[in-house]
């Protein structure tokens, strides 16, 4: 199975600006909601890490992060941000099924980078990104939430979801695919889901949304 297929060269300079709008702020808060939980001296593996705006809070609570990203626009902006924040972090061009660590990490943080694959390719990406977790580590994601109930929430659900992917698979950003059911994927991938945190695009409506998971692994 290829994981390199989906680069984001193309829109490294508009990406967060237009993940932003989109979503009315909830892709960047559903990310964000998870850095307090990452220690000083951590190791922590961002893949996908893009523009980093995620690595960079961790990076500055003292986290020793690596990250990994197949566009080198999306990596250059990350260590301009960097070299202008006077921060250290270990960048890598690349795929990250292919990383072989020396040290397996205490977390792996994986936000937005789940979606680029079909369903059997995110449940093949999660085993992955499970195996460069020490026994007992964190997997950490942000991505979109399916729906809890069905009728309307669905059918909201559905049309909010499938343009963007629509559009994004036509520009070759990801593949064609529903949004999948993390928690099982997660435990056939040897994790355990500790909690899901939903972030509601619309206050007072629960549909649309994006979640925020955080796991452990367990094998």
């Known amino acids: 199975m290829e994981f390199d297929a989906h680069s984001y060269d193309g829109v490294a300079y508009v990406y967060d600006e237009l993940a932003s709008v989109y979503s009315l702020g909830q892709i960047e808060a559903s990310k964000q909601s998870q850095i307090q939980t ?3 001296s951590e190791r922590v593996l961002f893949a996908g890490v893009g523009c980093g705006r995620d690595a960079i809070p961790a990076i500055r609570r003292g986290a020793a992060v690596t990250a990994i990203d197949l566009s080198p626009i999306m990596l250059r902006r990350f260590s301009a941000t960097l070299r202008r924040e006077a921060l250290d972090a270990e960048s890598i061009q690349g795929d990250v099924a292919k990383h072989r660590p020396d040290v397996l990490y205490d977390t792996v943080v994986a936000h937005y980078f789940l979606n680029l694959f079909d369903v059997d390719g995110a449940a093949a990406m999660l085993s992955i990104l499970c195996r460069l977790v020490r026994p007992g580590g964190r997997l950490m994601f942000a991505d979109f939430a399916p729906s809890e109930a069905g009728g309307a929430a669905r059918w909201i659900t559905e049309a909010y ?4 992917n629509w559009i994004a698979w036509a520009l070759g950003l990801c593949a064609l695919h529903p949004i999948p059911d993390y928690p099982e994927l997660i435990e056939g991938a040897g994790a355990r889901v500790l909690s899901v945190t939903r972030f509601p ?3 007072g409506l629960d549909h649309p ?3 925020s998971v955080v796991a452990e692994r367990v094998a």
């Open 209 to 211: 949304a994006y979640q």
């Open 161 to 164: 979801y499938r343009p963007v």
């Open 38 to 40: 990452l220690s000083a």
């Open 201 to 203: 695009v619309i206050p």
